[in-house]
């Protein structure tokens, strides 16, 4: 086998260059990529001389398609869309270490095996048994799994019956968000065999928490990412929902579990990961939790938003975020009478994206939305006829603004009470906990920390930073379940964020991590790519209509290729920058010794 391996040209490059063990995983798991035996057909799809080094292509199987692509002398074929949310990976970026990023939200599989490398997916795509005959490109494979409807996705390759059976204590995972689900996938698709114990504050399994602010989701079917049932039958989870962890005992290696209408319990654990999120924050005035007036985090909050806000009512949001703005967006759709939006910035999203692009998106995503910017809340006023609700908000300058809804989006804090008293693990002013480049907390045994409290080091820079994002969460959980199972690699991947109006953004945002902006285009037609410089570096990326820019400048900082800031301005064009070809490779490696 390794011989073989070693004969063609990219591995002997590979190996010659002596880059990291990743990549050779990657390319070894060429070899044998899963096939489906049931009812398979084999269809010459392309000419080979079709098909470059670097390149993919989507094409024609049947009444279905795949995707096909050459990395060096091997042609491997997969599944033609992203299981996420059905983007055609032809249009996204294959990287020569194996990688097929989608273009629109960065779920990454592998080119050559299907299996997932980054999320937001859940589920790997399809991988064909591909052959060169004649001159031409030969795909094998079952053609139901090559057409875009219930079987686009592939299902994981095991059940609940192939784990230990034996009482454990295994993994414990205190939350049931994005995190606690990506690490459950994580840690199955490598091999874990032990319990897995999830401790969810929430009545339901873990949801797609996104899809809250961007279109008001009341059905726990509509946006769970598994069902309970699924998650006992297919991954073996003990999943415990409406139980709030009390304290964790990293000494004694349990924690304490309190289930509503229940006794306390104590849970031992082999691994403890941290997944609890963030609670929303309220603010330190009067008046702030009467009846009408709600944050969005949990389902229940976008039922009760959802059931409040219908026609003709007055709605004032307070806070410019990006949930903010998309919660507006999706409310202003449904005939208010006013929707009002107070932020304390200059424009919306400025300290992230500057003020060119905050006033381009406030054009383009702020429709019907009245905006009060460079504002901050004096008071809520309660209603005179029933002071258990408010009727109105008055802002600093004494503006009133009418409201029968009001909606705090003033951010988040994380939710890692239980940790204050006799953890052993410390906690910053802001209730983060710092981790290292593997996501362990230093300094006691088997814990780790994701998501929005996780205080990590992002990037090449090592610069820490907690980042509150669905999609960081995921990846975390990925990259912990990896290092659970003996696979784990510095935690390296660039935070995505994206918006339902085709916004994309990738890197480190905020005042203080870049020192230019160069934007390409015009924010105010929703058209545009802004880049993000710090000491002739781009660090972030926000774009909009230019699909895959994004997803192909996230995969070129991650490679640590991506065009200087001075070449950038320039004219250099990251859509043309080889990623994918033997000579990229070269280089990648190159630069990894």
């Not at 219908?310 to 202003?332: C, P």
């Not at 959980?477 to 109006?501: D, H, L, M």
């Not at 002739?536 to 994004?550: Q, T, Y």
Request: with cysteine; aromatic share 6%.
């Amino acid at each position: 086998m390794l011989d073989l391996l070693l004969k063609q040209p990219v591995f002997r490059t590979l190996v010659s260059q002596k880059p990291k063990p990743s990549y050779t995983r990657l390319f070894i798991q060429t070899l044998s990529p899963p096939v489906a035996r049931m009812s398979t057909k084999t269809i010459a799809v392309l000419n080979e001389s079709e098909l470059a080094d670097g390149q993919m292509k989507e094409v024609a199987f049947g009444e279905g398609k795949v995707l096909v692509a050459r990395l060096g002398e091997k042609v491997v074929s997969t599944s033609a869309y992203c299981t996420h949310y059905g983007a055609p990976l032809a249009k996204g970026v294959l990287t020569a270490d194996g990688r097929i990023t989608c273009p629109w939200h960065g779920a990454c599989f592998n080119a050559c095996t299907g299996d997932i490398e980054d999320a937001p997916a859940l589920f790997g795509i399809h991988s064909f048994q591909t052959s060169v005959e004649d001159g031409q490109i030969c795909v094998t494979a079952d053609p139901k799994y090559t057409k875009k409807d219930d079987n686009l996705v592939r299902q994981p390759g095991f059940a609940a019956a192939d784990f230990n059976k034996e009482e454990s204590s295994g993994v414990v995972i205190v939350g049931g968000g994005s995190g606690a689900m990506h690490a459950i996938e994580s840690l199955r698709d490598n091999g874990y065999k032990d319990s897995i114990t999830v401790l969810s504050k929430e009545d339901y399994p873990p949801i797609d928490r996104t899809k809250l602010s961007k279109s008001l989701a009341t059905q726990v079917s509509k946006v769970q990412l598994h069902s309970a049932e699924e998650l006992r039958d297919k991954y073996g989870v003990d999943l415990r929902t409406g139980v709030t962890v009390t304290f964790v005992n990293t000494a004694s290696m349990t924690v304490q579990a309190q289930p509503q209408g229940g006794s306390e319990e104590t849970i031992p654990y082999t691994n403890l990961i941290l997944a609890p999120g963030s609670f929303p924050r309220r603010l330190p005035i009067p008046n702030a939790n009467l009846s009408n007036i709600y944050t969005l985090r949990f389902l229940e909050d976008s039922q009760k938003i959802d059931a409040a806000c219908q026609k003709d009512l007055r709605v004032v949001i307070i806070g410019t975020s990006f949930i903010s703005m998309e919660l507006a967006t999706t409310i202003a759709k449904r005939g208010m009478k006013s929707v009002d939006m107070v932020g304390m910035e200059n424009t919306p999203f400025e300290t992230i994206m500057g003020k060119e692009v905050g006033e381009g998106l406030r054009t383009v995503m702020g429709q019907n939305i009245n905006f009060h910017m460079d504002a901050s809340v004096d008071s809520i006023r309660a209603s005179s006829s029933d002071p258990s609700v408010a009727d109105a908000v008055v802002l600093k300058d004494g503006t009133t603004l009418e409201a029968d809804v009001i909606i705090l989006g003033v951010g988040v804090a994380p939710a890692t009470e239980f940790l204050k008293n006799g953890s052993g693990i410390q906690l910053e002013k802001d209730g983060g906990v710092v981790v290292d480049e593997y996501l362990k907390v230093p300094g006691v045994e088997n814990v780790y920390a994701i998501g929005d409290i996780a205080v990590f080091p992002q990037t090449e820079m090592k610069t820490p930073r907690r980042i509150e994002h669905w999609n960081v969460a995921g990846n975390h959980g990925r990259a912990v379940g990896r290092t659970i199972t003996g696979k784990g690699e510095p935690f390296s991947k660039i935070p995505i964020f994206w918006s339902v109006q085709g916004l994309r953004y990738c890197g480190l945002g905020g005042k203080a991590n870049y020192d230019d902006v160069f934007i390409n285009g015009n924010p105010k037609e929703g058209k545009f790519v802004a880049y993000y410089f710090k000491e002739n570096k781009v660090v972030a990326l926000a774009s909009m209509g230019r699909d895959p820019i994004m997803s192909k400048s996230s995969e070129l900082m991650r490679l640590g290729i991506m065009p200087t800031a001075q070449e950038i301005k320039d004219g250099a064009d990251v859509l043309q920058v080889d990623v994918s070809s033997v000579q990229a490779l070269q280089r990648i490696a190159a630069l990894k010794q």
